[in-house]
């Protein structure tokens, strides 16, 4: 879990913009959402599959 120290007299906004970006960077929505019901693991490997057909095009 991403943690951002509120550094002397900064705003609470830009305290909360730099530990939205800081959970962006880490992908902690994105795996949230992954998560989010359960994934048979059929469906992981053909996903998987999916990607790397993706990325070698």
């Given at each position: 879990?991403?943690?951002?120290?509120v550094?002397?007299?900064?705003?609470?906004?830009v305290?909360?913009?730099?530990?939205?970006?800081?959970?962006?960077?880490?992908?902690?929505?994105s795996?949230?959402?992954?998560?989010?019901?359960?994934?048979?693991?059929?469906?992981?490997?053909?996903?998987?599959?999916?990607?790397?057909?993706?990325?070698?095009?």
């Amino acid at each position: 879990m991403p943690a951002v120290k509120v550094k002397e007299n900064e705003p609470f906004d830009v305290a909360l913009r730099r530990f939205k970006r800081s959970c962006e960077k880490a992908g902690v929505l994105s795996e949230v959402r992954r998560r989010e019901h359960y994934e048979k693991p059929t469906w992981v490997r053909k996903r998987k599959a999916a990607a790397a057909v993706k990325r070698h095009l």
